[in-house]
């Protein structure tokens, strides 16, 4: 069931409506059979995966929280982690690995025993993984108390608004936020319509018109030049944000009007002035598991120059990892981590400059940074990316060739009349973005007059309207990790 379909915008309604209409007591209950079927409309077998999980973290945590003997508590927490992690690599990089085995084989022209086989990728997998691992974690560390009621730890696990993609929520910070009394409050309904409107726009208007053009350079790389790929990448850049804030988006305002909050997780990545601090606004959710679970626990940046080095290239390689079974993503977190090693020698030899013109500089150099790696992303294979890469410039010197840009344009298959209203929509995105660096643009425009407030969120409905993309609900590109 996918948000911007019209099945889930009747099923949210109605949960919304049980929810203020039953008494506190058995609300966590309906939302626990409500974020059940909302996984089960994809595939309802592997909603018994998802309950597995669910269980041995839930059992393990309690004999952890129950035991005294440190050496019991470690091996405890140890079947925790071979038990998550152990789901996600069958179902996520078994394929990969048997693969990679059998092209091996080949290549040595000896006989390789396994057939080639597929296994369905449950959707969310790594998400409720890795905030099922963190519970269990951050019982044994002692930061917070097992729940002991198995079906509440269920409903933490699969809180439908952000099971699939996030944001990946704490225990500390959501436990309590879904089994407190929310009271019906007009304004937590008119905040959560407000920020799902605006990812709505994000995903519909802009990420579901620009993935033509990407899909379109992407999936054939040599019918293009380099000013198809660089407007690709760019556009790609441009698509995975929005297509996956506008999912955060959409997430935070439905718990909202459940009167919870959840985790920011995109604070205007496209505008850091360093690949740090790109990192401490992209997927805020992810960039903190990983810290916290991986850089921290192998030393972090508190140990020599050169263990550092392995800390922050293994964080970025596994990062990588996380996000798909494929070479492609793998270069794209280790080339994240290089980012990061050169940053801090940078940092060591050259200082840090003041003024408009130095933060411009750092920010344009930045995104030149991160457009270029998600290159590698976006590529289907590692030889894709590297043709890209090495074909950036192989017909610039043609862009001011008025008939090549304009045949090159329409090859694309968006139509120039589309393309320009997505440029349009990117403009106001890219406004809504700068003048938001002190806080949200929901609370900028709350100061703002009625009027100013009605014209802009009627702008939005009006290219929901005009220019959504609905051909039976584009799939968010985060659920296919």
């Keep these: 069931m996918l948000f911007n379909s019209a099945d889930f915008i009747v099923f949210f309604i109605i949960v919304l409506l049980l929810y203020y209409i039953l008494p506190h007591r058995v609300r966590w209950v309906m939302l626990l059979g409500a974020s059940l079927i909302f996984y089960m409309a994809w595939e309802p077998s592997l909603v018994v995966l998802i309950l597995f999980s669910s ?24 079947i925790s982690m071979i038990i998550n992690f152990g789901l996600l690599f069958i179902f996520k990089y078994l394929v990969f690995i048997n693969n990679s085995l059998m092209w091996v084989f080949n290549f040595a022209n000896l006989h390789y025993p396994i057939n080639e086989f597929d296994i369905i990728l449950p959707m969310g997998i790594s998400f409720y993984t890795f905030q099922a691992a963190a519970y269990t ?54 905040l959560g319509a407000k920020i799902m409107l ?79 601090e790109f990192w401490r606004r992209w997927h805020i959710s992810l960039s903190t598991w990983f810290k916290d679970y991986l850089y921290i626990p192998l030393g972090g940046s508190r140990v020599s120059e050169g263990r550092w080095i392995f800390n922050i290239m293994t964080t970025f390689t596994v990062s990588g990892l996380w996000h798909g079974a494929n070479m492609t993503f793998i270069i794209w977190g280790a080339l994240h981590g290089i980012y990061q090693v050169i940053g801090k020698f940078k940092r060591k030899f050259i200082p840090e400059f003041g003024g408009f013109i130095f933060k411009v500089a750092g920010i344009v150099v930045t995104y030149g940074l991160v457009v270029f790696a998600w290159i590698f992303f976006r590529a289907n294979t590692v030889g894709d990316a590297f043709y890209i890469v090495s074909h950036l410039t192989s017909d610039l010197f043609r862009i001011t060739d008025k008939a090549y840009v304009y045949e090159t344009v329409l090859s694309w298959g968006l139509g120039l009349f589309p393309l320009a209203i997505v440029i349009l929509a990117i403009i106001i995105l890219f406004i809504m973005e700068l003048v938001s660096y002190k806080e949200s643009i929901v609370k900028i425009l709350d100061k ?32 296919q990790f």
């Excluded at 519909?204 to 379109?216: E, H």
């Excluded at 929005?242 to 496209?270: H, K, Q, V």
């Excluded at 014209?455 to 959504?468: E, M, S, W």
């Excluded at 993309?469 to 968010?476: E, L, P, T």
């Design 137 to 190: 974690i951050d019982v044994y560390r002692g930061d917070i108390k097992p729940q002991k009621n198995y079906l509440k730890f269920t409903l933490f696990i699969t809180f439908f608004p952000q099971l699939v993609a996030g944001p990946i929520e704490r225990a500390k910070n959501l436990m309590g936020r879904i089994f407190k009394y929310h009271p019906f409050k007009w304004d937590n309904i008119v």
């Design 198 to 276: 605006i990812g709505y726009f994000k995903k519909v208007v802009i990420a579901d018109r620009v993935c033509t053009v990407v899909n379109t350079v992407f999936e054939n790389p040599t019918n293009f030049g380099g000013f198809s790929f660089i407007v690709g990448a760019i556009l790609f850049s441009i698509q995975i944000f929005c297509d996956f804030s506008g999912y955060s988006d959409i997430a935070i305002g439905c718990a909202r009007m459940f009167g919870i909050e959840l985790m920011t997780n995109f604070d205007r990545p496209y505008f850091s002035r360093s690949i740090r």
């Design 448 to 479: 703002k007059p009625f009027i100013v407030r009605f014209a802009f969120y009627a702008l939005l409905a009006i290219f929901l309207i005009g220019a959504g993309r609905y051909d039976n609900g584009s799939a968010f590109i985060y659920f």
């Design 55 to 78: 269980f041995s973290n839930y059992a393990l945590s309690l004999a952890i929280y129950g035991k005294k003997d440190k050496l019991i508590r470690k091996r405890l927490l140890i």
